[in-house]
């Protein structure tokens, strides 16, 4: 089976502007969650969707928002975006949801100038 | 909310060496402990879990311990080796489908 892939791989962007990062799930997997990493902060959970639904969140602001697909692909959103946003955003698949294996992506490095 | 909580953040150890990360949570609910391994440049992997109604699980090298009483639970690498040198994330899940993880230990293993 494919792994999890993310695009963009890598996006440059300007405080204010918004940004939308896609991930495909492995085949078969209904659940996908969303991390944002920094250094020092390790993982840090902002949502995760189950066939179409958003089944929990972290405490992130609203600014960040996602959704998934009937397929199960997911797109998560930053609008207004702040330097403090830069960041590896990495999605993850899994069957059922996250007490089972998580499937990483390889992540989104998003870098706010 | 769950919160975890990981140490040490850094660890360097010779190559042979036995390694521990230890990681405290704070929600008596969660049932679920995982650890994920994350080399350099790549994605997290999971290398080993444990659920609650387990107090030890081994994997050749590798064996995790559940505390559920002091709600710690630690990760042990035995003789170690170079290619174990990577940043190891702890991490626990309550069952509502929130995976919380710790902040990291970043492990170096010296020839």
């Known amino acids: 089976k494919a792994g999890v892939t993310q695009t963009p791989r890598y996006l440059i962007k300007t405080r204010g502007q918004q940004v939308t990062l896609s991930c495909s799930p492995i085949?078969?997997?209904?659940?996908v969650s969303w991390y944002q990493q920094t250094p020092g902060q390790g993982l840090q959970f902002l949502f995760e969707?189950?066939?179409?639904?958003?089944?929990n969140k972290g405490n992130f602001p609203g600014r960040f928002s996602g959704r998934q697909f009937s397929n199960s692909r997911s797109e998560m959103n930053v609008s207004t975006l702040e330097l403090g946003d830069s960041a590896l955003y990495l999605c993850?698949?899994?069957?059922?949801?996250?007490?089972?294996?998580?499937?990483f992506g390889p992540g989104t490095r998003l870098l706010v100038l | 909310g769950e919160n975890v909580e990981q140490h040490p953040s850094t660890l360097s150890v010779q190559e042979g060496d036995s390694a521990v990360i230890k990681c405290t949570y704070s929600?008596?609910?969660?049932?679920?402990f995982p650890w994920y391994k994350q080399e350099l440049g790549k994605r997290p992997q999971l290398i080993i879990d444990?659920?609650?109604?387990?107090g030890e699980k081994k994997d050749q090298r590798i064996a995790v311990t559940l505390n559920k009483t002091a709600k710690h639970f630690s990760l042990h690498i035995t003789e170690t080796q170079p290619e174990d040198s990577a940043v190891y994330f702890c991490?626990?899940?309550?069952?509502?489908?929130?995976?919380?993880f710790g902040t990291g230990t970043r492990l170096q293993v010296f020839p």
């Open positions: 993850a698949s899994s069957g059922q949801g996250q007490q089972e294996t998580q499937y």
């Open positions: 085949s078969g997997h209904r659940s």
């Open positions: 969707y189950f066939s179409e639904t958003q089944r």
């Open positions: 929600d008596s609910a969660s049932n679920y």
């Open positions: 444990i659920r609650s109604n387990v």
């Open positions: 991490a626990a899940s309550d069952g509502t489908d929130k995976l919380i």
